[in-house]
Each structure stands twice: as C-alpha cells, then as structure tokens.
C-alpha cells in the first residue's frame, strides 16, 4: 500500500491507522503549499486534488477519508463488532471531517476560499470558528462515559476525532472539552500515534 499525504494534514489521520493495522505500506508526501495536489503525478492517482489518497496492492486508489478508514479497519479488525456502535462511531467520524473539517477548519485554515476580499476574512474565520467549537461540543457528547468513539476499544473512526483534536491544541491552541480532552490525551499515548507524529515531523 502507499499512502499520499502531506505532514499534519488530515491524511495523518490514515497515517496513524495504517500504523494500527501493523501491514507494510509506503508514504509518497504531496506538497501542497507548491499545489502538488492539483498537478502531474498527483493528478493521475486522484484527480480530486487532496489528501489522504491510498493505493491498494492490487493498483486501485481509494479516496475520501472515512472509506479509506473503513477499508482499512475491515483489514485488521478495527471496526466496532456490535451494530450500534459501529453506526455511531461512523456518525462521529462523517462529522468530524464532513462538518468540522470541511466547513469549520477549512474556513479558518484556507479563509481565501471563502472570501476573495480580505475584508470578510475575519467574519469567514469567525463563522469557522463556531462550527469547530460546536463539533467539539457534540463529540464531547458522543464519547461520555467512553474510552473510544464506539466505546472501551480503539477503532478507524477514533483517527478522524484525533486529526480535529489534533488541529485544535497543536495549531488552533484550543482547549478542549473534557471528554475530547481525555480521548486526545489517550490516543497521543498509542504507539501507532507517537510513530505516525515522529515521522511526519510533528511531534
């Protein structure tokens, strides 16, 4: 497998996964200050310009975080078993990165996107801002009385609530709620977590 990704993007999310299920994979970095998401050779194995993007073994490319960590949950058993649970954790994973990341974080981080005119800039980062505070808000709800997402046990979704956490403290300087706090502190122990950070220069 080979995952295209950039250092502390979303894709170190899939990252930290890939370490989880243990099998042997190849990073290929894509630069996205220089645009290399939206050029040759990037182009060729996504044409949807982003991160994170994983080759399979078989040649096929899968996209859109939340399949390639379904996909890569199915791999290794690192899908919640009980119904409920798992329908619960995707929920909170659809969340993270459809609401939180794509609305919220994406107006604070890439403001340019959403208002050409540096004048509405502060209301964009404003707005993105309440979106975040109000995810965090839910997910906190989400993980009461919860080690994990779906319950006492690690599974695919808990990497997309760890790369908003992630977000938050390390570039945002948020505090955050003290559930979300408490799954943010447990993922940082993981191995998987700690090796993903060393070699993606972010730790």
């Known amino acids: 497998m080979k995952l295209y990704y950039a250092p502390g993007a979303c894709s170190i999310g899939i990252h930290v996964l890939l370490e989880e299920v243990g099998k042997p994979y190849q990073l290929e970095p894509v ?15 996504s044409p949807k310009g982003k991160v994170p993007a994983l080759e399979r073994d078989d040649g096929s490319v899968l996209t859109e975080y939340p399949v390639i960590a379904r996909w890569l949950g199915h791999q290794a058993n690192l899908l919640p078993k009980d119904a409920e649970a798992d329908i619960r954790a995707m ?3 659809e969340y993270a990165v459809g609401t939180m990341h794509g609305q ?3 107006r604070l981080f890439r403001t340019e996107r959403f208002a050409p005119s540096v004048a509405d800039h502060d209301a964009v980062k404003a707005a993105g801002r309440e979106v975040v505070e109000k995810g965090f808000a839910v997910l906190d709800n989400a993980l009461a ?31 955050l709620p003290a559930n ?4 943010f502190d447990r993922m940082m122990t993981r191995p998987a977590v700690q090796r993903t950070l060393q070699q993606e220069g972010q730790a």
């Open 145 to 175: 009385g919860k080690s994990y997402i779906a319950g006492n046990d690690f599974s695919a979704a808990d990497t997309a609530l760890f790369y908003v956490e992630f977000w938050a403290t390390k570039r945002l300087g948020m505090r």
């Open 104 to 106: 919220g974080f994406a």
């Open 180 to 183: 979300c706090a408490a799954h």
């Open 31 to 45: 630069n996205l200050r220089e645009g290399a998401q939206f050029k040759p050779p990037f182009t060729g194995v």
């Open 91 to 93: 929920e909170a994973m």
